[in-house]
């Protein structure tokens, strides 16, 4: 099945799918920057595990339980027979499990120098306090500092963006170039539900040209290659956190128009 959204998949960011959606994502961008590199430059996978809240889905497995009832009446406390309330509600829990992400660095060959760092933002780099967002700022000052690029490719519409100095139009993604010789400027590409992700720049050490990295020719061929449609059922809505009546309105009309809602 093609991608049916013409830019990135809302579907996609559900905790159960995301973390195989940014492990291929990450391997498309390093094959597609590595081809275009001379030979002084080499695309690195620099992978790390944080912990992450996902929904686990249900599965069928032996277990020993705690304690043990058997069978038979349900009496009260005075002897007779009481019925019991089925809980109205099932819904599964939210589990921290350790996740493994990755970065691409791009580094000289000669003196193995860290030239650009290319970051596919994760829950975990979004999430509020000390140890999400906060901890990823002060990775980004340390790059900001060192002299190094930072390309920061936003794919999730929840969570805390990426700190710039002023606010940011409202928008479901985001992708951010920080260039070392224009720190503290930052280019900023919002993208809307509807839009096609853009062809971006990644900079090297100057003279040399920019690599141009097409993120959604990338994500397409990364959905087709998983077979996402599988896992997906674009009847129900799409994950957290809510879209605005006007990205609904959208949304619910091209998926009709594609034949996948009834």
Same mark, same amino acid.
């Given at each position: &099945? !093609?991608? #049916? ?7 996609? !960011?559900?905790?159960?799918i995301?973390?195989? /959606?940014?492990t291929g ?11 275009? %590199? +001379?030979a *002084? ?5 620099? =992978?790390? /595990? ?5 929904e686990i889905? =249900? ?25 019991i309330?089925?809980?109205p509600?099932?819904? #599964?829990a939210? &589990? ?12 000289? /060959? ?6 650009? +760092?290319?970051?596919?933002?994760s ?6 306090g000390?140890?999400g967002?906060?901890?990823? !700022? *002060?990775?980004?000052?340390? %790059?900001?500092?060192?002299g ?18 002023r606010?940011?139009? =409202?928008t ?6 920080s260039? +070392?010789?224009?720190w503290?400027? $930052?280019d900023?590409?919002?993208i809307? %539900? ?5 062809? $971006?720049p ?22 087709r ?14 994950? #957290? #956190?809510?879209?605005?009546? @006007? @990205?609904?309105?959208w949304?619910?009309?091209? %998926? ?5 809602r =009834?």
């Open positions: &099945m !093609e991608p #049916p959204f013409p830019g990135m998949d809302p579907y996609l !960011e559900r905790s159960t995301w973390p195989d /959606v940014h994502l990450i391997t498309g961008f390093r094959d597609r920057i590595q081809a275009q %590199l +001379s *002084q430059y080499v695309a690195v996978i620099t =992978p790390y /595990v944080t912990l992450e809240s996902i889905a =249900p599965t069928r497995q032996a277990f020993i339980p705690d304690i043990g009832i058997l069978e038979g009446e349900t009496p009260d406390a005075g002897g007779v027979a009481v019925a309330a089925q809980a509600l099932t819904i #599964p939210q &589990m921290n499990i350790p996740t493994r992400y990755a970065r691409i660095e791009i580094r000289s /060959v000669t003196h193995e120098r860290l030239v650009t +760092s290319i970051e596919l933002l829950p975990a780099n979004k999430r509020p000390n140890e967002s906060e901890a990823y !700022e *002060q990775k980004r000052q340390a %790059l900001f500092q060192g190094v690029h930072l390309l920061e490719i936003d794919l999730l519409r929840g969570g805390v963006r990426p700190r710039l100095a606010p940011l139009p =409202p479901a993604y985001c992708v951010f170039l260039r +070392s010789y224009r503290p400027l $930052v900023v590409w919002p809307a %539900l509807a839009d096609p992700l853009p062809v $971006v990644v900079p090297l050490m100057y003279p040399d040209p920019d690599v141009a990295l097409d993120l959604n020719r990338i994500l397409h061929q990364v959905y290659n998983a077979r996402y449609e599988r896992q997906i059922d674009y009847r129900a809505d799409p994950p #957290p #956190p809510a879209l605005s009546a @006007e @990205e609904a309105a949304l619910d009309a091209h %998926l009709r128009e594609r034949g996948l =009834p």
